[in-house]
């Protein structure tokens, strides 16, 4: 979600497959340098070997051309590698968040086979998907502070997990602005 | 490259470290027609001489410099068609750079990426070295660039440059008149004088070939009649 010269990017915690519930601290959400993160939504192995690749692009990107990624390129770069795997694909949905060029906030979605959607506002993923779109379209206001955006994006993203049995055991999220980054834990439904 | 009876390199080192087959490639470009390149403090041009081999030749239909992207061009010296085979690689390089980050290729990366094709062919089975030194000019985030490209490999970025026939003097002439804080439109004037300096003959517009890249980031060539502006400028 963007804010107002920052951005935020959150995930749920949990790890599972179908009913049964392996981790309740998983890491979902990456970050790729101090102004860019992707979050990875979808079969758990996919998630991290794409995110694996991923780095390994990047920092041969900063060893050649000597800069960070902006994030538009990367959003490219992450379109272009998911659609090579057009007919067997990775089963991932990312969402990329960053700040660009003048630390102007920049967030991207896409699907698994590399169909990027821009926004202004707002970008979903997952197996709540649907109810996060109905909670961040109610909750969202253009131009937040940090403090402010990380309230609105907790209470969207607990209100949606917390009704999805396949999400949840509280969230993770990271408020980035141009000069620091906040990681902070939210605990919601432990179920 | 190379069929299956060279899968040996013909580019071999001598017992005094040297590798012949690049020292030849070298005197290749030496006796190419001279082009040089200037890089001012906004923009770059790069220029060369077009002497064709009769007055029968078309001369409209010959074009020595070519842009690689819409911000970056090229001259060289040395054998034509082995020049436009790198222009053809690099421009797929360009393009294919461009598909996968939808951003335009840094100047840099460019060179770099072409320099270490003509190096392939000094190390692959049954080919041999480039005859042809390249000058690249560019416009981009990092500002005005010029790089020379040699058949080796190797890659300088250069303030000014020159190579082929006239290539001492012409580098006397320009370490003389080059500024640091010089104009592009200075920058032209000296490489006509500079190209004059070692021309047989009657220097006209439709004997050289002059490319420029303003901030605008556009490279363009410029055309007979520009050129002639240019030159009763210099006059």
Redesign the interface.
Known sequence: MVGKNCFAIASDRRLGVQLQTIATDFQRVFKIHDKLYIGLSGLATDAQTLYQRLVFRHKLYQL??ERDM?P??FA??VS?MLYERRFGPYFCQPVIAGLGENDEPFICTMDCIGAKELAKDFVVSGTSSESLYGACESMYKPNMEPEELFETVSQALMASVDRDCLAGWGGHVFIVTPTEVQERVVKGRMD | MGDSQYSFSLTTFSPSGKLVQIEHALTAVGSGQTSLGIKAANGVVIATEKKLPSILVDETSVQKIQALTPNIGVVYSGMGPDFRVLVRKSRKQAQQYFRLYKEHIPVTQLVRETAAVMQEFTQSGGVRPFGVSLLIAGYDDNGPQLYQVDPSGSYFSWKASAMGKNVSNAKTFLEKRYTEDMELDDAIHTAILTLKEGYEGQISSNNIEIGIIRPDREFKVLSPSEIKDFLEEVE
């Open positions: 050649r051309e902006k538009e390129t490219s770069l272009a």
